[in-house]
């Protein structure tokens, strides 16, 4: 069993910045994919990133070029740094873990794990 906690969200205005933090009980979550995903009210959980053991990222279409994840080893803990953000940002934020090798990363029936949900609100 891995327990992930999110943290880090909140209010922030159009163009600001934010960094959510998952921290994970379990050093065993180096080998495995971690991604985060988002659910705005009356949408579809949305895939947002991913990261793979070996280092390499995907990102959504939506988000690219302004979202980064990273991980930090020594602290069982990924990020996800939200660069100019926009309204339509706003959801609830999940981070999850997906312990088998998958090119499906983007599917979050993939994932195995999940943490319980941080809010993200963007005003305009």
């Known amino acids: 069993q891995v327990r992930l906690v999110e943290s880090g969200g909140g209010l922030v205005q159009a163009g600001g910045s934010l960094r959510l933090s998952c921290a994970a009980s379990?050093?065993?979550?180096?080998?495995?994919?971690v991604g985060w995903f988002r659910q705005a009210p009356g949408k579809e959980r949305e895939f947002v990133a991913a990261?793979?053991?070996?280092?390499?990222?995907y990102y959504g279409d939506s988000v690219k070029g302004r979202f980064t994840i990273s991980r930090d080893n020594a602290k069982n803990t990924v990020y996800l740094q939200m660069n100019s953000l926009k309204p339509e940002d706003t959801a609830v934020y999940y981070c999850?873990?997906?312990?088998?090798?998958?090119?499906?990363?983007?599917?979050?029936?993939?994932?195995?794990?999940w943490g319980q949900g941080i809010q993200v609100t963007v005003s305009s």
């Open positions: 990261r793979w053991s070996n280092s390499i990222t």
């Open positions: 999850a873990i997906d312990r088998h090798v998958s090119d499906a990363y983007y599917s979050a029936r993939e994932y195995d794990y």
């Open positions: 379990t050093r065993a979550f180096l080998g495995y994919t």
